[in-house]
């Protein structure tokens, strides 16, 4: 997704300036008090340019999620066979988290306004929906032959989705503050340690495990033994 | 929650001719084409009873999430310390999914309906986002004392409500046919193994112990550990 700064000419300076000017004026007089009017007043430009780049008002709020849905779509698409693939997912959703730390500013100004207006909830709802549909998906391709193949997609889909928001929402609230990569490779590997998925090889190196258990001990058991010595570290 | 098919005094038949006549005008005319003036016609009440049970028309497609999702917060605070965490939400769950499987017809006439209407499906997302806060905040809270307590709520949370989720559509899709009951049992299921909760008592009798070495380590000091470990039971 190194493509993504060079592709300035998708973006161009009108729709930034919208942006700029929707965001400026939610911020002075409030979401519900500013109109689209008030919007391409102050950008200086007339209301079918607004129509242009962003169908409503509220899209004006979340002007990168079409084109991160897009990138994460492509992303998922051109894996192959040998990704492990609830670690293809977990590697798809940092290009959303990206997308919040290219300009942290804007991140914390929009999760301060759509904590405001239910409306905004709402379409952000909408929003995590479609990435955790499209995470899905592909999940459900991959694990096409396995027993329960779909139902273990749905989950691992929300799961990944789940942590992914945790780690960002933490962030958010902390204004922007803090590593939130190292916080969301963490929730990542929870929920790659939960679904069986192998670690990445940078967490393959040292470590040995043993284990004694008795015979007939069930696997949750071992696994959340292996899960909490693990954790000690 | 079997004190439910008691509660009839806070079911009203007005309340109940009012969803009977949106669904009928729903169906023969569409959603968008019938406006509450329509629905309170049919039934032949005025527009303040309407708005007295509902406060717009989406919520008419929707009439039981309210009630069903202060059953769900009641149930879970009614829980205690004895309750295994993801098992008491998994059970939880399960009061969401009487609720559709107590009138079947109704429950995939809706179905069918949110499927056509984006504005309902924006709605049932945020109905199915309140249920998986309520989980988390209860698994939030039983899970504090735990390292990365929360995150394991927000993800295991996000995990039952997806596994419902897949059940319950995959049963809604085949027109309410076939045992919801027994799929879903499979699926929670599913997400127990997945998050380590114990699955019965009757599981919980066999003990494990897990040693963690490093690459290297003499043989004669992971057998002493071995040793050492077995010792403390």
Redesign the interface.
Known sequence: MSEKTEAAPTKPPMRDALIAAAFQLFTERGYEQTTVDDIVTLAGVGRRSFFRYFPSKEDVVFPDHEGCLADVTAFLAAGDDADEPVQRVCDAVRLVLRMYTENPAFSVQRYRLTKQVPGL???E??VV?RYERAFAEYLRGRLAGRR?G???A??A???V???H???LRSWLRSDGEGDVGTEMD??LG??RS???APPSDAERT????????????????????????????
């Open positions: 909830r709402a379409y709802l909408s929906w329960d779909a139902l273990q749905d989950v889909a929300a799961a989705a789940a942590a928001n945790n780690a963490h929730a929870y929920v939960a679904f069986g040292e470590d040995v495990v043993v284990l004694v258990s008795r015979r007939g001990a069930p696997l949750w058991r071992v696994v959340q033994e292996i899960e909490a010595t693990l954790g000690e570290d």
